[in-house]
């Protein structure tokens, strides 16, 4: 039995609890020093779960939803949680993620 990747692991959660219109994973951890591959991840999701909670609630529930993942190696996580109508009128995307601030 193969190990799935952080990735895969993310999307599964994503797909079967949030339930959402349209999300992207992007691994980043190109961006950052170490030799972590899965280490680093930027998350845009739009749910309509999200739309009567507040900016602190949406991150809450998507950090407890991916606690094991936070154990288990993913060290950054970006999140942008949007609802189907804020993601309708974002014409910009989320934003760029920063650049790395770590030691080499």
């Given amino acids: 039995m193969t190990m799935a990747t952080m990735h895969e692991r993310i999307n599964n959660k994503l797909s079967a609890d949030i339930k959402p219109t349209h999300y992207e ?5 190109h961006m950052h020093s170490g030799p972590a591959t899965e280490s680093h991840f930027k998350l ?3 749910a309509d779960c999200f739309a009567d909670l ?6 809450q529930k998507l950090y407890g939803l991916l606690a094991d993942e936070l154990r288990d190696g993913v060290h950054a996580l970006a ?3 949007y609802t189907p109508a804020e993601w309708a009128v ?3 995307g989320a934003p760029a993620s920063p650049n790395c601030r770590g030691g080499e």
Avoid: G, T
Wanted: proline content about 5%.
């Fill in 25 to 29: 994973i992007i691994n980043e951890s």
């Fill in 44 to 46: 845009i999701v739009v």
């Fill in 54 to 59: 507040n900016a602190v609630k949406r991150h």
């Fill in 79 to 81: 999140l942008h949680p």
């Fill in 90 to 92: 974002n014409q910009q």
